[in-house]
């Protein structure tokens, strides 16, 4: 699958969002459309004549389908004049990634490209579907192309483009496509805020706890998403706590193991979880107490054994020091706070249970927005 920007085709020197948003702002609007549809039209030029870029100004406003095939058609009446800079097909670099594909295992390549962009088109030997709803095959305007759910949302996809391409605006229409689907769930980790305008009744946001949510014992229920340490599996625990450079690392990884699992077991017999008590793995997610491991290290490294001739120092006696030293770190460390959550607060299956309806339920809210 690949997902393609308007800037692909700005590269080769296509007129793009800035040149498209100037045209918008001189063509007369559809004599169709419903004072609704003009009033929304009317703000959404007022937002391009204020400084906001073509794709910001689209987010804000969210057009609708009407509303969205018009720019659709600006666009491509827009682009043909440019067309004859696509023409040579055997120079494009998308042309060349083609048959690359095509040389491989592939016996079709899907392609996904905004309304506004034809890249693709000019690139493809054959023809294909290149855009998702709203977008065109070359030789059948207006059809609607649409993109396969199932292989879009089963398949590594990517967004790509230069700065101010569209990237982030065919990313916000698809998200609102599937937001608008009853079986389909959505999250998206939006470093950057890109996403918060996106709003109804298929979206929720939430965030990252940060150190003030920890301090009020905020969690879910607020919209705040810890991501507590017992839903890593032991991979990534041990790279987290076991510095593998140490000497005693293989030692510290087998204890660390072994007191991980003996407290797991402890919680779902304590708990009655029998079912899963026979079946649960290291990697299993078990809602353990750090704070038992953590006892269990610290007692394994002063731990006194009798001898042939009095005490003597236990196997792992004084082996386990700079493993407790880096989860002591760790723990205490506010800006891991999401991961080490206080008492009550995500640790417990009760959590687990409500963070996976709210992330994975196919009722609404079906997107989610992760900052």
Do not use: C
Not at 336 to 351: H, K, P, R, T
């Amino acid at each position: 699958m690949i997902i393609l920007g308007s800037g692909a085709s700005a590269a080769h020197g296509v007129p793009g969002m800035g040149a498209l948003a100037a045209r918008l702002l001189e063509t007369s609007l559809p004599a169709a459309w419903t004072g609704e549809e003009k009033a929304e039209w009317t703000s959404f030029l007022d937002k391009l004549t204020t400084g906001a870029d073509l794709e910001t100004a689209l987010q804000q406003v969210r057009p609708t389908e009407r509303q969205t095939l018009f720019v659709a058609a600006v666009r491509r009446e827009f682009l043909l004049p440019s067309a004859s800079v696509l023409a040579d097909r055997r120079s494009l670099p998308l042309t060349r990634l083609y048959r690359h594909l095509f040389d491989s295992t592939h016996a079709t390549v899907h392609v996904v490209t905004p309304n506004y962009d034809r890249l693709a088109e000019y690139a493809a030997d054959v023809s294909t579907f290149t855009g998702f709803s709203y977008g065109y095959l070359q030789a059948h305007n207006p059809l609607t192309a649409y993109v396969n759910g199932n292989k879009l949302f089963q398949r590594h996809a990517l967004v790509a483009g230069g700065t101010g391409s569209g990237k982030s605006w065919t990313t916000a229409r698809l998200l609102e496509q599937v937001a608008d689907l009853k079986s389909a769930n959505a999250i998206v980790f939006d470093m950057h805020g890109e996403y918060a305008s996106l709003a109804g009744d298929g979206f929720v946001d939430l965030r990252v706890a940060g150190p003030g949510d920890i301090d009020a014992g905020r969690w879910l229920s607020v919209g705040i998403l810890h991501v507590p340490y017992w839903l890593m599996n032991y991979e990534a625990l041990v790279s987290m706590f076991v510095d593998r450079t140490d000497q005693n690392a293989p030692n510290q990884a087998m204890v660390m193991s072994r007191a991980i699992v003996d407290t797991n077991s402890s919680f779902l017999a304590d708990g009655g979880h029998s079912d899963i008590l026979a079946n649960f793995t290291i990697d299993s997610p078990v809602p353990f107490a750090m704070g038992s491991v953590f006892a269990t290290l610290n007692r394994l490294n002063t731990e006194m054994v009798p001898g042939a001739r009095g005490e003597k120092q236990g196997d792992f006696y004084g082996k386990l020091s700079r493993l407790i030293q880096r989860l002591e770190g760790k723990r205490t460390d506010r800006r891991l706070g999401f991961l080490f959550a206080g008492a009550s607060i995500a640790d417990g299956y009760e959590w687990l249970e409500q963070a996976v309806t709210l992330l994975l339920a196919d009722e609404p809210p079906r997107a989610v927005k992760a900052g």
